[in-house]
């Protein structure tokens, strides 16, 4: 059975940072692409950020970039994502998610999804 795990988040003044980690088992963790998305209230869910197997390759969604880094420790089966420079729209749900593809922005392309964690920025 494949769980992904979501910890880190938290209520978190704006400017703040964060360090959400989502930890997998039950699947050949170095063999899949892992990625971050988010939702607020109201609104659609988001993609955010992309990891390649090796973690040599990443993708980011232009609101986050150079604010977000994602990083996977696949001795772990692990996925990071380091979030500074908090503003109050990055308030979602965020969760990890798992596919066998390419880094995909699409989350319907990926098939593990973690339970989500909340992330709260205040102004």
């Known amino acids: 059975q494949v769980q992904l795990v979501e910890s880190g988040g938290g209520l978190v003044q704006a400017g703040g940072s964060l360090r959400l980690s989502c930890a997998a088992s039950?699947?050949?963790?170095?063999?899949?692409?892992l990625g971050w998305f988010r939702q607020a209230p109201g609104k659609e869910r988001e993609f955010v950020a992309a990891?390649?197997?090796?973690?040599?390759?990443?993708r980011y969604a232009d609101s986050v970039k150079g604010r977000f880094t994602i990083s996977r420790d696949n001795a772990k089966s692990t996925v990071y994502l380091q979030i500074d420079s908090l503003k109050p729209e990055d308030t979602a749900v965020y969760y990890c998610?798992?596919?066998?593809?390419?880094?995909?922005?699409?989350?319907?392309?990926?098939?593990?999804w973690g339970q989500g964690t909340q992330v709260t920025v205040s102004s």
């Open positions: 998610a798992a596919n066998r593809g390419a880094m995909q922005t699409n989350p319907q392309f990926y098939d593990y």
């Open positions: 039950g699947l050949t963790f170095s063999s899949y692409v």
């Open positions: 990891i390649s197997l090796s973690g040599n390759n990443a």
